[in-house]
């Protein structure tokens, strides 16, 4: 029996992905009323493809799979209506479905009922186990083609890792490797190399398939590796021992994953786990073939389209929506709920005008660096003519959009012939070259023979809230003159992110009906059948935002996903119902 084992330190890691979604295939999420998962220890029912191994395989295998359990279902409703006249229709309904639930009540018996001899070649039984018909849904078979030993050392690192395959599917064995460094991490699509026991000198490796389709190492930066988790002594004492099914299941998880896509015509029916051993029994599927580029691979590259297919199936099968709606369907004294707790993160950049923009007025804006420049007024020698002393105003409009993003706004410099006021949103803020406070004419002679400079660099923030603001300048002329006033604003057009974490799980934590049966954190099981598994995903990387302003962000975690078991008001059951 495993023990508690304490958790994992934070070490930087790679890329998660989702437990619904990941590169291993260890694991598919079930809905309400979905059959439990295998128990601890149980080798996991694989299959094709590069994306989730189990729900994988009923894609690569789903049509010849389908047509025999239609034969087989035919045939138990033809069965039910053979029974003796003295039988209600309840009991013969009652009878059929209990013989279709002993054979096919969850993956792990459709496994073994169904998918493992048709990919086989062996005969497949009836519900009721009174006829056989044989299946060739495979053009190559193998008995084995995969198999993997793990030796973790004493520093708990995978010291030695021997991989042998049937790689033509002829049922010999052609292929042996053994990888060249110890493995210290593993993730759902690699592995983390590091010095052995420690946590320094890592390397990340993701799981590739060469020019011959042989398995190989090839290094690869964090981000590109998903559900990263440690299993050597700096982590915790015998991790890979007291998880070794675990840890056997997600190195061979990512081989498959690497091998599958680069040929997706490749099949595995079968995964056995012997002490340090996992064995994959594989078959070529789909078609008889020489090129791997298949149209019946469509759900492999586009799996968004199997919950459309589903749903358009479900609604043109009149017994599907008859056996849904019933009571029967509907009851369960124990249901199996999916929830999630997520990271959602927004990054948001920003450009000029979303900051701030000249709207009216002035004549010119430029930048250099985050800092803006706005100029006003009429710089030209003896632009202005006044006459005796004459007024001359110069208003500019800046429209602020996020004043949170201005890191600083001042009155550089101005300079006038002959007299000058600046106001902003009309408060007096500067005058020259003399105090001038009046609307009016100013205080002394309009004419000074010449312009004055002043640089009062004079903070203008506090003015610059949301919203429209105007900066005025004002000249009194005598004869010819110029003006010009200099405002300078410095911005922070950076990437910024928003986080929340989104928590659909509280409702079922809080219920005391419910308790958590399985965890995985980022890819990582936690929690398996209710049993704290001991281990912890590393801090995960992840990348967000477009090109113009992408962000890379390392958290604890981006998403969790559980499922609860839930008992619920069975008393409108039947009483033959568990």
């Not at 004492?237 to 840890?247: D, E």
């Not at 994959?280 to 492999?300: D, F, K, V």
Request: charged residues 20%; proline residues 6%; hydrophobic residues 40%.
């Amino acid at each position: 029996m495993s023990r508690s084992l304490p958790p994992c330190r934070a070490h930087p890691a790679g890329v998660v992905r989702s437990a619904r979604q990941g590169l291993d295939g260890r694991w598919l999420v079930r809905e309400t009323g979905a059959a439990p998962h295998r128990p601890r220890g149980a080798a996991p029912p694989l299959a094709s493809a590069a994306a989730p191994l189990r729900r994988s395989a009923f894609l690569s295998q789903a049509r010849p799979v389908a047509a025999a359990l239609v034969f087989i279902v035919l045939h138990a409703q033809a069965q039910a209506q053979q029974q003796p006249e003295t039988q209600s229709v309840e009991d013969r309904a009652q009878a059929a479905a209990a013989a279709s639930r002993a054979r096919s009540s969850d993956s792990e018996a459709i496994q073994r009922n169904y998918v493992t001899p048709g990919l086989a070649g062996q005969p497949i039984a009836t519900i009721d186990g009174k006829r056989n018909f044989n299946s060739s849904l495979a053009c190559q078979k193998t008995a084995t083609l995969l198999e993997i030993i793990a030796q973790p050392g004493a520093t708990g690192d995978l010291m030695h890792v021997q991989i042998a395959r049937d790689t033509d599917l002829d049922g010999a064995v052609d292929s042996r490797s053994t990888l060249p460094v110890p493995v210290s991490g593993l993730c759902a699509n690699g592995v983390i190399a590091c010095d052995p026991g420690t946590w320094t000198q890592c390397k990340p490796f993701r799981w590739d398939v060469d020019a011959d389709r042989n398995l190989k190492l090839s290094a690869a930066p964090l981000t590109e590796l998903a559900g990263c988790y440690c299993i050597n002594n700096s982590c915790g004492t015998n991790l890979a021992w007291g998880n070794l099914a675990g840890v056997l299941r997600d190195l061979g998880g990512g081989m498959i994953g690497a091998l599958t896509t680069a040929d997706p015509r490749l099949g595995v029916a079968q995964a056995v786990i012997e002490g340090p051993v996992i064995r994959y029994t594989g078959a070529q599927t789909t078609a008889c073939t020489a090129s791997p580029a298949l149209p019946q691979s469509s759900y492999r590259a586009n799996p968004q389209i199997i919950a459309a297919d589903a749903a358009a199936a479900a609604a043109n099968s009149g017994l599907f929506q008859t056996l849904s709606g019933s009571p029967a369907g509907l009851g369960k004294a124990q249901q199996v709920r999916h929830c999630t707790i997520e990271r959602q993160v927004t990054v948001e950049g920003a450009d000029l005008d979303a900051i701030v923009q000249r709207v009216l007025g002035g004549y010119a804006t430029t930048r250099t660096g985050n800092t803006i420049e706005y100029l006003m007024g009429s710089p030209g020698d003896n632009s202005l003519r006044g006459g005796n002393c004459s007024l001359i105003d110069f208003r500019m409009t800046l429209r602020v959009e996020d004043p949170d993003r201005i890191t600083g706004a001042r009155l550089l410099d101005y300079y006038a012939d002959d007299w000058a006021q600046i106001r902003v949103d009309g408060t007096l803020v500067a005058s020259g070259p003399a105090p001038w406070s009046s609307q009016g004419l100013p205080p002394g002679k309009c004419e000074r023979s010449g312009a004055f400079h002043a640089s009062p660099n004079l903070d203008l923030k506090p003015w610059l809230t949301k919203g429209d603001h105007e900066i005025w300048l004002r000249v009194a002329v005598a004869d010819g003159g110029e003006a010009r006033a200099r405002v300078g604003i410095e911005i922070d057009d950076s990437c910024r992110t928003r986080e929340q974490i989104v928590d659909q799980c509280g409702i079922l934590d809080r219920d005391t009906k419910c308790r958590i049966s399985d965890e995985f954190v980022d890819g990582v099981q936690t929690f398996r059948n209710g049993i704290n598994t001991g281990l912890r995903p590393l801090p995960q990387v992840r990348q967000f935002g477009a090109s113009a302003c992408a962000v890379t962000l390392q958290r604890d975690f981006f998403q969790r996903d559980r499922i609860y078991r839930c008992e619920i008001d069975s008393s409108a059951v039947p009483a033959h119902r568990t």
